[in-house]
């Protein structure tokens, strides 16, 4: 985040040369985004229209919010992505260049957020179940609207406050990105990096620990066998993030302290360009780990596909005794 992108718009110095990569690099995001609008698609009308998700009710409707970022980002994010890739360049024109810049920092903030609210969330209903028990769909919707309001901090701040045009297209990730050439931005990208990357990153690797610990605990002093459904649909959730953003964070922490790796360098270009890529499993995770994880929504699919007859019968109540 503190690197110029400007410095990466030479499409000779910093572009694709071999096509075949780049196709297959275009190929990959075209898969993540049918892969998004199918898979995240299907959640939302399981769990609007159908009901299919027997968990509590903040949770089902965080798990929708995720859904609507996910679409979101894949079509706002990841098509253009593809398109440039294929085109070998930016041909969408200026205002969405400057446009998608903006809602890239936006809507992949939310996906961070909303996975962070997920974590803590879980966590509550664990360590205070008879609380949690009376929260309503209406106490989930706005939590996740507290995480969608600060997710505008990095657009805000950008276009309001430092410079609105300060915007390029990046040869080395095929993106719009903001050029970060202003001097502000040597204290104060570090300082939003860790007030919205690295503080929310290890808010849910540690929300995600204590809520192993907590329901561990909960179900020996209980002396009998926790349900466990929403706990490993909330962590799996969580640890398939975790990888997804792992080697994008690796790539952060060290290139401050690689200052003599040249620009063209293999680890400032194609393991950066392999890390964006890490960054789109977490798009089209969620299809799998629900079907997987939520028994009532497993049953549901297998119903649609025609491998079941009968489906549980749709309710209204979403406060299910199920942790």
């Known amino acids: 985040m503190t690197t110029s992108s400007a410095q ?3 499409q000779t110095l910093y572009g694709i040369k071999s096509g075949p990569v780049r196709y297959l690099w275009g190929g990959y995001f075209f898969f993540v985004l049918l892969s998004s609008l199918i898979g995240d698609s299907i959640i939302l009308i399981a769990s609007i229209k159908y009901r299919a998700f027997k968990l509590h009710k903040v949770i089902v409707v965080i798990i929708q919010h995720i859904a609507v970022c996910d679409l979101i980002v894949s079509v706002t994010y990841i098509a253009p992505r593809m398109i440039s890739l294929f085109a070998d360049g930016w041909i969408l024109g200026d205002s969405l260049c400057y446009t998608y810049a903006y809602i890239k920092y936006f809507f992949n903030q939310a996906g961070i957020l909303l996975i962070c609210t997920m974590t803590t969330t879980k966590l509550f209903m664990v360590k205070y179940p008879l609380r949690s028990r009376t929260w309503s769909a209406k106490r989930g919707k706005l939590i996740c609207s507290i995480a969608w309001i600060l997710s505008l901090m990095l657009p805000i701040v950008s276009s309001v406050i430092i410079d609105a045009s300060d915007i390029a297209f990046d040869y080395k990730s095929y993106t719009c990105d903001f050029g970060f050439t202003a001097e502000i931005w040597n204290w104060l990208a570090p300082a939003l990096t ?13 929300t995600t620990v204590k809520l192993l610990i907590e329901a561990k605990g909960l179900a020996g002093r209980q002396r009998q066998s926790l349900k466990w459904q929403g706990i490993v649909t909330t962590v799996a959730t969580s640890i398939v993030y975790g990888i997804s953003v792992l080697p994008y ?3 952060r922490i060290l290139v401050p302290v690689m200052p003599s790796a040249q620009p063209g360098s293999f680890f400032k270009i194609h393991y950066y360009r392999v890390s964006l890529s890490f960054l789109s499993l977490n798009t089209i995770s969620n299809i799998y780990i629900y079907s997987l994880t939520v028994s009532s929504f497993r049953k549901f699919l297998r119903s649609k596909l025609g491998l ?5 019968p749709a309710t209204t109540d979403g406060n299910y005794s199920s942790l």
Request: contains cysteine; charged residues 5%; positive net charge.
């Open 8 to 10: 990466f718009s030479n």
């Open 194 to 206: 860790a007030a919205f990357s690295v503080l929310p990153n290890c808010l849910v690797l540690a």
């Open 249 to 251: 964070a690796v790539y």
């Open 308 to 312: 079941s007859t009968r489906m549980p």
